[in-house]
């Protein structure tokens, strides 16, 4: 038995009862297969950092799972046929994993590890337009103002974070990569 | 024997970020940790400038071809 885990790039315009089903289908086939899903994690639309099938943005998901290699080649081979997945890589995690003791081991950690299977059926804060499109009327506001202005927080948090981080993480690559200008202007 | 013409140091780090602070994780799911160590570009700072040690510098660059193969990376970055 081996551990894999595989990233799975989604058609961000899929609804999210469809994405439940998408990772309900490949959990059961994992089962079926003789292996054990230990998570599932669903990161919510992202933006993608080139086109994927002429596409800026796509919903990345995460499978964490055992399994033998005939299931990998098995779950690799639809994910190819699949319309919805745009594209997915899978890693080995762990050559030996003896199923037996693994399932022991997550048993006593039960609560934590199902956990966050769960969150992946939760729908996400819906999208942003919606939201602020709610928001001017304002006896619409009144009513719905608080809920969806909490979920647009929510929403804008990662993306927030990941700009802070790019702006942090730009400083010291400028200065690591202080000598590159030079090299590029004599290449270019 | 006349000394060689002084060469242009650029100032560095020269220790290795991940030896230094092990709460740094190193995974390709992890494209802002791993942004440091690419160019506005998009190339791998090489180590003699990042001044990584030769074992986490081997990680690092499988990690970023990873997180590039799934899209949290760029392969490239086009001019303007």
Known sequence: MRRYESVVILDPDLPDDEIVDFTDQYSSLIKTGGGEVIKIEDWGPKKLAYLVKKRDKGRYILFDYVGMPTLISEIERRFKISDAVLKFLSVKLDEDVDLEAFKAATEEAKPETQAPTEPVSLPEPAPEEPAEAAAPPEAAAEETGQQPEEQVATANEPVGQAEEAIAESKEPAEQLSAAEPQKEGEQS | ?80
């Open chain 2, 1 to 80: 024997m006349s000394k060689p013409p002084k060469k242009r140091s650029f100032p560095r780090s020269k220790v290795c970020r991940f030896c230094a602070d092990s709460s740094l994780r190193m995974d390709y799911k992890e494209p802002n940790i791993l942004r440091i160590f690419i160019t506005e570009r998009g190339k791998i700072i090489p180590r003699r400038i990042s001044g990584n040690c030769a074992k986490h510098q081997r990680q690092l660059t499988t990690a970023i071809k990873r997180a590039r193969n799934i899209a949290l990376l760029p392969f490239t970055v086009p001019r303007r």
